[in-house]
């Protein structure tokens, strides 16, 4: 059994990790190669956000994850100075009725500055596209800039699902030169990157 | 094949020991296993499948086959395999199936070495293990950790679900509380304690059954002071029936057990175990027995009354087919005398016993107990010495100590009923109920001291030999009718403005009591002359022949359909008849035909139907049952039906006519009697008359006044002198042949009845 099971597969293992919030509809596929930074040291980590949008956010997340495709500690991964390898910070949290209320109908406008400061960040800095999937819509942000005094590359799908109670962000980030040597994975779990909107 | 039907050579199913290969499987026996774990494999991937959108079917395979659920089916698919794989080569390989066998015998016998206990208990202990495992796996998967680690934060997780646990916990318990409480609360009640000291009767206000309190008072020794027999090797009686007619004092008695004892004394409701739902019972015994338990330990002794047993005691119509058979022998020996049918053989006795089954009447009515709460009683009884308490009997177990064994609970248990007959023989046995005492009717000594102590208590006139007298005219009175009587007495005194009671007021009391209150209305002349002559007759026609009993009381007063009595008293106890003994009754019966009759010139009343019934009645069944009689052939009650008699007194027996020999005997003897009875009325013609004019004047005499009316002295309440004057004797003739004229023509002015002689008559007035 176990051979016929491997003779399907191809004689080896998958080429990626297929990462599921089941309960609220973010699906994406990374190289099997990367690793999860624990959960614990990430809850830990957060301890650290102590301003408001820190406290919101740990008071609303449903569900998160942090991945790297070399093995680094939470804090490292949010560091102001950018890995040498991608770091994957995905998450989906609940919207307080002030944010939901402040949404409106201009999208791109109320999910800018989700991940990327992009308003504060010098014009051209940061490219800004509608992103719109299976009734899910955002924007799709890369942006390149100076933090920790180096130059980093995030790129950031920011999400709504149709009933704009919960936001959805995943976010790839690393040093510049690191972007263009993975390049094709990052591409490739963009790609994967998919929303289902959960029942209930 | 080898089985055909038809076939000549029936051939024997091959035993598994003396094959020499495995025997061959099913086909659908070989596959099963692995169909339901590829099922299972098939459903945990498309489960992989269905939660992840993005992921591809082959790497959802790999994905399914390396995690835990799809490791372990791909481990239990392959074992399968293998285990087929081996079916199969047995199934074909003598000598493969002969190589494994040797294995699996040898193995089974290692195994099969050790304790059948040890084995329990390592069976158990994988089980655990297992159970553990798969509940912390669970558990672990829910919240994301390994089954260790869930099993670590177990504590942790319960102690925050305990609001959850709790208010679930707090549902149930309401539910359940409500059902505990209201078996609490109807298991209450119909239990009294008291103390020493608490009751004031003592044995000396128990009169008339000496004999019975002296063995209880040997029982209330020996609980107080159960060294005395336990020392020799014996043990304390634990229980005591007192049983008997009603009004014997047996309540009385306890009650005096319960003054004089120095332990505490329960006594038990007779309807306490009366219960609305099944069950209750139960619980009111098992609550009974924990309280007695109690007592007795901290009193060193406890007594508990169950009065009216017969309502806790009895299983109902449900009477053993034991103690049916004790009740048969008993009635044997009653049909054949005292020594019963011990003196024939074992075939004979089944034999009457058979026939007397069906006479046997099972105790019916009583109590009855289809809850259980006999059993329960049967079973707190037994004295079955077991472990209590949860301490003592789990938690001392649980450490490897041996329980402590109770201590010895000294508890008396009383009983009384007046139904013995419909207890359950089970209750009676030795061990439960060890002693049974009949409480019967006082022998004359102790209704004699009753009467003086009840009126000891009041203000009487009455001589010793007074009250000796009553004490002999009362046979049947217990102690509770003798405290009424005397208490009736004092009423009839206060009623006519004494605070004195006489001897005539018991006597009117006791008549009352016994014979009930007449009607009042009164005869016309005619008719209470003809009433008083008729039982006139009876009366001296008892007291000239009767030698076993005396009159109690004569007297024409109407009692409903009873126009007027002579009661008998024996004189003393007795248990068999001799003939000529039932020659007088029969007699005795004749007198009033015969009398009426003589005195009315062969003319009679309906009022002898009754008598002259009774008196057919006890000479056919003397004849027919006691060989009393010129043949020597005997009936039972069997043989003559359910009463022996007829309604109307004439005997049934099977295969004799009426018009029959017995017929003919019974007619002969009647006749003969019938001719004695007349010589002696005629012989006593005066003494007839005499009674007849004192039951006139009267309505109601006593037996000691009928003797002084017909030996012409003074009586306790008739002066009978002025019977002996001859003169006195004519003007009753004379009047008596008045009335026997007004009723031949039908005069309406009837004769007067004669006045006594005026110094008699002043007594008389003045009474």
Redesign the interface.
Same mark, same amino acid.
């Given at each position: 059994m176990l051979a016929a099971t491997l003779l399907l597969s191809g004689c080896s293992a998958p080429a990626h990790q297929y990462i599921a919030a089941n309960g609220d509809g973010m699906y994406f596929a990374l190289p099997a190669s990367w690793t999860q930074v624990p959960m614990k040291q990430l809850v830990k980590a957060q301890q650290g956000w102590t301003d408001d949008a820190g406290n919101v956010f740990r008071q609303t997340v449903r569900w998160q994850g942090v991945w790297s495709a070399h093995t680094i500690d939470a804090d490292r991964a949010f560091a102001a100075r950018p890995a040498s390898a991608p770091v994957v910070f995905a998450y989906v949290r609940d919207l307080v009725g002030v944010e939901q209320q402040g949404i409106g109908k201009d999208v791109k406008a109320a999910l800018r500055d989700v991940l990327i400061p992009a308003s504060s960040l010098p014009s051209g800095s940061v490219l800004t596209q509608t992103w719109t999937r299976s009734g899910f819509t955002g924007i799709h942000q890369t942006g390149t800039y100076v933090s920790g005094g180096a130059m980093q590359t995030t790129e950031v799908v920011s999400t709504l699902p149709p009933a704009r109670n919960r936001l959805y962000v995943f976010a790839m980030r690393c040093s510049e030169s690191c972007y263009s040597a993975y390049g094709r994975d990052i591409n490739a779990v963009f790609e994967s990157l998919t929303f289902k909107e959960p029942r209930g | 094949m080898a089985n055909d039907i038809g076939s000549s050579a029936f051939t024997s199913r091959i035993r598994d020991e003396d094959r020499r290969t495995r025997k061959p499987l099913d086909w659908w026996d070989r596959v099963k296993l692995v169909v339901l774990w590829v099922i299972l494999y098939a459903l945990v991937f498309w489960s992989t499948i269905a !939660? +992840?959108? =993005? =992921?591809p079917a @082959?790497?959802a &395979?790999? +994905?399914t !086959?390396f995690t835990a659920p799809g490791v372990f089916l791909?481990l239990l =698919?392959?074992f399968e &395999?293998v285990r087929q794989m081996h079916f199969a080569i047995a199934e074909r390989a003598s000598g493969y199936y002969f190589f494994w066998r040797r294995i699996f015998e040898q193995t089974d016998s290692r195994v099969m070495r050790i304790r059948p206990w040890t084995r329990f208990r390592i069976a158990r202990f994988v089980r655990w293990a297992v159970i553990l495992y798969v509940a912390a796996a669970i558990t672990g998967g829910f919240i @994301?950790t390994s089954p260790i680690e869930a099993v670590v934060t177990a504590p942790q997780l319960i102690l925050q679900g305990m609001p959850y646990l709790l208010q679930i916990v707090f549902y149930m318990f309401v539910a359940i509380i409500q059902f505990v409480a209201i078996f609490w609360f109807l298991s209450r009640g119909g239990i009294d304690v008291y103390m020493p000291d608490d009751v004031r009767t003592r044995f000396t206000d128990v009169w008339g059954q000496d004999r019975v309190l002296e063995r209880i008072k040997e029982n209330i020794l020996f609980l107080e002071n159960p060294e005395a027999i336990e020392d020799h090797g014996g043990y304390v009686p634990g229980g005591i029936l007192l049983w008997g007619p009603p009004g014997t004092g047996k309540t009385l008695m306890a009650e005096a057990v319960a003054g004089e004892t120095g332990r505490p004394y329960v006594f038990v409701d007779p309807g306490a175990f009366v219960n609305m739902f099944f069950g209750i019972g139960v619980l009111k015994v098992k609550g009974l027995f924990r309280k007695l338990r109690k007592l007795s330990l901290r009193y060193g002794g406890v007594i508990v009354f169950f009065d009216e047993a017969d309502t806790l005691g009895s299983r109902g119509g449900q009477v053993s087919q034991m103690r049916r058979e004790a009740l048969a022998g008993q009635a044997i020996s009653s049909q054949l005398g005292c020594n019963g049918a011990f003196f024939v053989s074992e075939t004979a006795r089944a034999a009457l016993a058979e026939e007397q089954r069906q006479v046997v009447v099972p105790g019916m009515g009583g109590g009855r107990s289809f809850d259980g709460t006999l059993q329960a009683l049967l079973t707190e009884l037994s004295g079955l010495t077991k472990p209590r308490g949860f301490m003592n009997r789990v938690v001392r177990r649980v450490l490897g100590i041996r329980p402590k064994h109770p201590p010895k609970y000294r508890i008396l248990v009383m009983m009384a009923t007046n139904m013995p007959d419909s207890l359950d023989p089970a209750l009676l046995r030795p061990g439960r109920i060890d002693r049974s005492y009949r409480v019967g009717y006082p022998t004359k000594d102790g209704r004699l001291e009753t009467y003086r102590n009840y009126l000891g208590r009041i203000q009487h006139s009455l001589t010793d030999d007074e009250v000796e007298r009553l004490a002999m005219v009362s046979p049947y009175a217990t102690g509770a009718s003798i405290k009424d009587t005397v208490n009736e007495a004092l009423v009839i005194a206060i009623r006519d403005g004494r605070d004195t009671v006489t001897y005539g007021d018991v006597i009117k009391a006791k008549s009352l009591k016994q014979h009930g209150l007449p009607d009042g209305g009164a005869y016309v002349d005619r008719e209470r002359h003809s009433v008083a002559l008729h039982e006139a007759c009876h009366a001296v026609a008892m007291y000239r022949l009767q030698h076993t009993s005396i009159i109690d009381v004569a007297t024409i007063e109407r009692r409903g359909d009873v126009g007027g009595f002579v009661s008998p008293i024996p004189v003393e106890d007795r248990f068999v008849q001799w003939r000529s003994e039932v020659e007088i009754d029969i007699m005795t019966f004749l007198a009033s035909l015969v009398g009426e009759r003589m005195f009315y010139e062969g003319d009679h009343t309906q009022g002898v139907g009754g008598d002259m019934a009774q008196a057919t009645a006890l000479l056919t069944r003397s004849l027919l049952s006691h060989a009393m009689g010129s043949n020597l052939r005997t009936f039972n009650a069997g043989m003559l039906g359910n009463s022996g008699l007829m309604p109307n007194g004439i005997p049934l027996v099977q295969g004799l006519s009426w018009e029959g020999a017995i017929a003919e005997e019974v007619e002969q003897r009647l006749a003969d009697l019938y001719q004695r009875t007349h010589e002696l009325l005629a012989q006593h013609r005066d003494d007839v008359l005499a009674v007849t004019h004192a039951l006139e004047v009267h309505s109601t005499i006593s037996g000691d006044d009928v003797a002084a009316v017909i030996e012409g002295r003074k009586g306790p309440l008739v002066d009978g002198r002025a019977y002996a004057d001859a003169d006195f004797r004519r003007r009753l003739e004379d009047y008596h042949a008045a009335a026997v004229e007004a009723h031949r023509v039908r005069h309406e002015r009837p004769p007067r009845l004669p006045e006594l002689p005026q110094a008699q008559h002043a007594e008389v007035a003045g009474e």
């Open positions: - | !939660t +992840n959108p =993005i =992921i @082959g790497d &395979l790999y +994905n !086959t791909s =698919i392959v &395999l @994301g």
